[in-house]
């Protein structure tokens, strides 16, 4: 009978010890949740962000630009650009003695911009084709390529010299009070929209 009558007072006992592990490992639970979500949200917000998100600035596509003989004076061509992926580099150092060899910048210099950042990385924009095709033989872990527009200059004193005139003639536009039909046409009196039409179609066109 007094064997039997510490049954019970055993049980009691395991199930208060039992709901008191379950009750401090609740509190626990809570308290990490709030360090979490309230103390320390903003920089975990920061973290995803950085780890899902990244700006990456895009080139505008522009015409080409022709002489009256219809030879192109300037024109958009794709080139690559070269970024790193620094959490798959595992010799950075090494990695960026040799970036930096070929794009002609510091290493100590690709190494620092690599370290500052986890998942992305520019190591160098619009290179030239030659510079590229060296990278890419390196065939170095971590490192890639996208393409972008560059502006190129088939005559480049040449279509320097009529991208010249063409700005020198934007600038007696706007000297006359033309450019504004440009914003806002409809504002315009009809006499000055036609003066503008023969301006930019003498000095531009």
């Known amino acids: 009978m007094a064997a039997g009558g510490k049954a019970p ?6 199930l208060l010890k039992f709901g008191v592990f379950l009750f401090v490992w609740a509190l626990v639970i809570v308290a990490r949740l709030i360090i979490l979500q309230v103390m320390h949200y ?12 990244r700006t ?3 080139s505008p596509q522009r015409g080409i630009i ?29 990695t960026a003695e040799l970036l930096g060899k070929l794009i002609g910048d510091d290493p100590d210099s690709v190494l620092a911009h690599m370290q500052s950042q986890k998942n992305f990385a520019w190591i160098a924009r619009k290179v030239d084709g030659e510079t ?3 990278i890419k033989s390196l065939n170095l872990r971590g490192i890639y390529f996208q393409r972008e527009l560059k502006r190129f200059y ?13 700005q020198a003639a934007l600038e007696q536009l706007r ?29 531009l066109l």
């Open 175 to 203: 000297g006359h009070g033309i450019a504004i039909v440009d914003a806002s046409p409809e504002e315009a009196p009809a006499a000055l929209v036609n003066r503008y039409i023969e301006t930019k179609v003498r000095l």
């Open 66 to 94: 022709y002489d009256r003989n219809g030879q192109e004076l300037a024109m958009t061509v794709q080139v690559d650009s070269v970024f790193a992926v620094p959490s798959e580099i595992h010799d950075q150092k090494n």
């Open 9 to 14: 007072i055993n049980v009691k006992s395991r």
């Open 56 to 58: 990456v600035e895009i």
């Open 42 to 53: 903003g920089d975990w917000v920061q973290r995803a962000q950085r780890q899902q998100q």
């Open 132 to 134: 590229a095709a060296r």
């Open 154 to 166: 088939p005559k480049r004193a040449l279509a320097a010299q009529v991208l010249r005139r063409r």
